[in-house]
């Protein structure tokens, strides 16, 4: 009987796990569960963080660790990057090398791939690797649905969750070696600015769902800061923009993929 009931337990258990998708979570990857938040910030000092609004995005998929040189080297075949190092984030990335590794990888696992680069269009269907918007940028920032209401991504004390400009600053780190956030997210603030899909342009108070950006500008969108950053920009309501041809070695990426 003892047995008969360990074994319906076991059933059980897996069951649970395959309606949840638990175990379908891609390696390297965390479950970010789709909720409601809010986008920007009113503090006043930084008109382009205002209005606050209200925006709700879909459950996604996000990459525990940015990028790292390892993983980019293994994809790309080559390493752009200033700091030279396996486990550092790979630095030196335009917005269209970004994309064009984001294909890459999709293709090299067998997953359709997001982006048309030239012509700088997404698939929003597509299962392949891509880059976050602004907006699922900024909620796992916030630590999505925990409702964390942190100055930084994960804490107040910005020493114990990102790499910035200290006075002492030579570079980029080790990816992971800070606290994670609250979804187990690690160097969301600091390290390497991280590349996300939008154009730059102003926010409006209007509720929203899933939205991508214009679809045109002449700027893309940076988030998170990096190693060279003043605290300030380690918000997660910061935004942070270049021309999508530049890089330099504060630039990097984390990659995300949709729920399908």
């Known amino acids: 009987m003892k047995k008969v009931l360990c074994l319906f337990s076991v059933l059980f258990l897996f069951a649970c796990a395959g309606k949840s998708g638990v175990n379908e979570v891609p390696m390297g990857m965390v479950y970010v569960e789709g909720g409601t938040f ?88 597509a299962n392949g690797y891509r880059l976050p918007t602004e907006a699922e940028w900024e909620y796992i920032a916030k630590g999505g649905n925990k409702n964390a209401n942190y100055t930084y991504s994960g804490s107040d004390d910005i020493d114990a969750i990102g790499w910035y400009d200290d006075g002492d600053s030579e570079g980029t780190h080790p990816v992971g070696m800070k606290a994670p956030n609250d979804l187990g997210l690690y160097d969301v603030s600091g390290n390497v600015w991280e590349w996300v899909w939008d154009w730059d342009a102003d926010y409006t108070a209007e509720d929203q769902t899933n939205p991508k950006g214009p679809d045109s500008g002449e700027y893309r969108m940076l988030r998170g800061g990096s190693w060279y950053a003043d605290p300030v920009a380690l918000r997660p309501e910061h935004r942070g923009y270049e021309d999508p041809d530049n890089a330099d070695e504060t630039m990097g990426l984390r990659v995300m993929r949709n729920i399908r």
């Open 38 to 125: 809010t986008m920007g910030d009113n503090n006043g000092e930084y008109d382009d963080e205002a209005p606050e609004h209200q925006v709700t995005v879909s459950s996604f998929y996000m990459s525990i660790y940015e990028v790292t040189q390892a993983e980019w080297t293994a994809i790309m075949g080559n390493n752009p990057s200033y700091f030279e190092g396996d486990n550092l984030p790979v630095d030196q990335v335009s917005w269209y090398a970004a994309l064009e590794y984001c294909n890459r990888r999709s293709i090299a696992e067998g997953l359709t791939p997001v982006y048309d680069v030239e012509g700088e269009t997404a698939d929003w269907s």
